[in-house]
């Protein structure tokens, strides 16, 4: 049972152009979603992250949206950049307990220049 | 302020052998988790450690998979008489508070069971 989906397995987009990462949730407990980045052989490298009592997070070029209604969240990279090619994923967790985060499988982005 | 270290970075056992996967949380966290990425596959969590206590193991399979993190040193992941299905990347997550939004990733040890 997959709580949290990402449904694209990859994208592949414009340098300069904006990249749109797409990420769906079941759990209506949880309370924070983290986008992670990884490059082959790498651990994930934290990017950004929003509070489920907010709908938006911007941080540069990353900006992340929230529907909770929908249960969607979505990343936004303006402008992407060649470096930005990686996989990146969709993580969740809930207060209590061990706050272990939930992972999506994952969307492999490769941005061409 | 060196990063959160694990090792070995590939390890190679035989069917039946035993694996040993370290990691060292960055300085000053005492929380570490573990967690599993198949091939094709998101991280999957196994375990959250507190320094010598096993705070939540709900993801360890039952049998043949252990994990401790003593006062002193680093955590280890202990995998008895693997198998080839254990072939994986076993990433090790630190935090210092324990909060989920707080956890800082190592470069991963990738295990391939022959």
């Known amino acids: 049972d997959q709580q949290v989906k990402q449904n694209s397995p990859s994208l592949s987009v414009q340098e300069g152009r904006i990249s749109i990462l797409n990420c769906d949730y079941t759990?209506?407990?949880?309370?924070?979603f983290l986008w992670y980045k990884k490059y082959p052989a790498e651990g994930p490298t934290f990017l950004i992250s929003?509070?489920?009592?907010?709908d938006k997070n911007e941080d540069g070029r990353f900006t992340v949206f929230l529907n909770k209604s929908a249960k969607h969240l979505s990343l936004h990279i303006v402008p992407s950049q060649p470096g930005d090619s990686a996989v990146y994923f969709c993580?969740?967790?809930?207060?209590?307990?061990?706050?272990?985060?939930?992972f999506g499988k994952g969307t492999k982005l490769t941005v061409n220049p | 302020n060196a990063g959160v270290m694990q090792n070995p970075r590939h390890l190679v056992r035989r069917r039946g052998q035993e694996a040993r996967l370290r990691c060292s949380p960055m300085?000053?966290?005492?929380?570490v988790y573990w967690y599993r990425q198949l091939p094709e596959e998101g991280l999957k969590f196994m375990v959250y450690?507190?320094?010598?206590?096993?705070?939540?193991e709900s993801g360890m399979p039952k049998e043949r998979f252990s994990a401790e993190f003593p006062k002193e040193g680093p955590s280890i992941l202990r995998i008895q008489q693997v198998v080839r299905g254990d072939s994986a990347a076993y990433f090790c997550?630190?935090?210092?508070?324990?909060?989920?939004?707080?956890?800082?990733f190592g470069p991963g040890t990738r295990l391939t069971v022959t």
């Open positions: 997550a630190s935090s210092p508070t324990g909060k989920g939004y707080e956890q800082y």
């Open positions: 759990n209506s407990m949880f309370d924070y």
């Open positions: 929003i509070s489920s009592i907010k």
């Open positions: 993580a969740a967790s809930y207060q209590g307990g061990s706050e272990k985060l939930v």
């Open positions: 300085k000053g966290h005492s929380h």
């Open positions: 450690l507190q320094k010598e206590n096993i705070i939540d």
